[in-house]
């Protein structure tokens, strides 16, 4: 359907893709980043001591899907490579405490854990708050590709 817009466009000699935004509608402002930060008394994964076997090590994630409209947190025991998975409303720090607390409560898991392993992301900024919960330390990663177990499992 010609419209005047369009016509003046095309006398012009212009294209809807020379446009600024290509012909597409004004983008809105996106949401602010309120996931958290961390501060720097973090524990690293050089600080962990006499870790004889990988029983009882959790490395712990999270998953985005398509469009960043839903995400997973996604927890991996390091030696069977058994997970568990429960689906996050939000992409928050509290969104995250709130599920590992319900995943640890419902599978028993209070001071069976050792250690959780995982990366540097916002949604993990409240290390203090998950060692509580589960009653072993939190360590990270230098990097995000170090969370070995967490990218084979969930690869697409």
Known sequence: ??????K???LLGLLKKN?????R?????????????LDERFRLIWDIENKVSNVGWLEMDTVVGKEYLSSC?????QSSKKYFAMKLENHTANEVLEKLEELVRING?????KGIITDRGKEFS???EMEKITGSNVYYNNYYWENSCCCLIFVW
Do not use: S
């Open 25 to 37: 509608k004004n983008r809105t402002k996106k949401r602010p980043d309120n996931r958290g930060k």
């Open 19 to 23: 446009l600024l935004n290509g012909g």
């Open 8 to 10: 003046v466009i095309g």
């Open 73 to 77: 947190l996604v927890l991996v025991e």
């Open 1 to 6: 359907m010609w419209t005047i817009k369009t």
């Open 109 to 113: 898991l209070v001071k069976k854990i």
């Open 126 to 128: 409240k290390f203090e």
